[in-house]
């Protein structure tokens, strides 16, 4: 699970209407990136009550800016998302406090709790009253000199493509291994025999195997995993309509994987180690019957 953390260093002298666009905006994206993400975001973590936050010197409350909002619908959401508080319920403390500071329009503010965000991989959720807090990283300083640098959600459509890009890569890379390699390959179906071939692999080799695939998506064809007859071939048997690919590895194992590719769905049929021509050739023949299956 990912956190959200209200960003409170953004006391300010702006009208309270202004305040309360900024908190609809930033809404609205945070509403883009869970449904992006789904269940991996839940809600944004306060250190108060939303009623005991204050947002401007007219001691306009953050429980006042949800109020406000005048989408019923938005302001349900709003209420229901800003319910984690206190901020020790979620986040974690076990390493070695420092005094954290961050600059805002020429004024030194404290940041523990932004740090704390960091420390914890999480993600602040901010309304943006000052224009310097229209990044998508703020840096955080420490007594020790220490700079940390914290992912930041502000209200901004590019800027909310750049934290749907960040969590959905912090996804990937919790994933074991053949669920990362599944979800790089996208739309896919596989046999027992991949799956049980790509688990014995070792890890670095399962390893070697993503960033193979990845490379051939990397090449931007018309297709993800066109045959260019140097990283992937086409290896279809003379008899046969149904496509067959084979993807090389040469280090630090030399692999083979057979798959097909049809309209943009992935069929992946087997991972051989490369033997001789002969070997190869049945190996080949099998892999496009088990293709074959995939289409009856």
Do not use: W
């Amino acid at each position: 699970m990912i956190y959200f953390y209200f960003n409170d260093c953004i006391y300010s002298n702006l009208d309270k209407y202004i305040i309360l666009d900024m908190l609809k905006n930033t809404l609205l994206e945070y509403k883009n990136v869970k449904e992006k993400v789904k269940e991996n975001i839940d809600g944004i973590v306060t250190n108060n009550e939303p009623s005991k936050i204050i947002l401007n010197n007219s001691n306009f409350t953050l429980k006042d800016c949800i109020t406000s909002l005048p989408d019923r619908d938005l302001r349900n959401n709003a209420f229901s998302l800003f319910r984690k508080y206190h901020y020790d319920n979620f986040f974690a403390f076990d390493f070695e406090l420092k005094n954290y500071t961050i600059e805002i329009n020429n004024s030194i503010s404290d940041a523990l709790f932004i740090a704390i965000t960091d420390i914890n991989n999480g993600i602040l959720f901010t309304i943006p009253t000052f224009t310097c807090l229209k990044q998508n990283i703020l840096e955080i300083n420490a007594d020790n000199y220490d700079i940390l640098k914290v992912f930041n959600l502000y209200g901004n459509k590019e800027n909310t493509e750049f934290i749907i890009n960040l969590i959905s890569k912090q996804i990937l890379e919790s994933l074991p291994n053949f669920e990362k390699f599944i979800s790089t390959i996208g739309d896919c179906k596989y046999s027992d025999k991949f799956e049980k071939s790509f688990k014995e692999l070792p890890l670095n080799m399962q390893e070697t195997l993503i960033l193979s695939f990845q490379k051939a998506i990397d090449r931007k064809g018309n297709t993800k995993f066109y045959a260019d007859e140097d990283l992937i071939k086409d290896v279809t048997p003379s008899s046969s309509k149904y496509k067959t690919y084979e993807l090389r590895i040469f280090n630090p194992m030399a692999l083979r994987i057979y798959f097909n590719e049809s309209s943009n769905f992935t069929f992946l049929a087997s991972i051989e180690k490369k033997p001789n021509p002969k070997v190869q050739d049945n190996d080949i023949v099998t892999a496009n019957k088990i293709i074959k299956q995939f289409f009856e």
